[in-house]
């Protein structure tokens, strides 16, 4: 992990490559790049930063894909490396990462009224829930989540 600054991704490895000397490929070994800008605020004239891109490589040195679209791209090499270190299927991802979208929505909804379900329990429990029902749907394991939480007293 490090520090590079460029205002995007291109820009970082533009940088990488021509002026430190680094070789295209080398730099294609960074798996994720996280681009972020300085704004104003127009009110108050305040600095923040805030993130501009999340972005990964792909096999052509130079290029990126939007880790933040609709459509996750599995053919990159670390996502490719994840479906294989985690022996799923694209659509065993997906529904993963829907059903835990699922979950810590709830907890966050539920979070607005009783902060007990924005603590480290209920988000270990949320992660837990989803890796006992492997293979099943997002929704049958929201279902199951809801019924848990039902039981331990918690209102939905």
Known sequence: ???IHGDSAKTV??????DMGISPEAFMATDILVTIGDY????????TRRVNEIVCTTDRPGEFVNLCADNLEFTTPVMRRALSSASMTEKEAIDEIKARGKLHGILAELG?????FLSPKWIIEANETVTRMTGKSPEEIENAFKVRIRDSGGRL
């Open 1 to 3: 992990m490090g520090t």
């Open 13 to 18: 490895f533009q940088r990488v490559v021509h």
């Open 40 to 47: 104003r605020d127009r009110r108050s004239g305040a600095k």
């Open 112 to 116: 607005k009224g009783k902060e007990e």
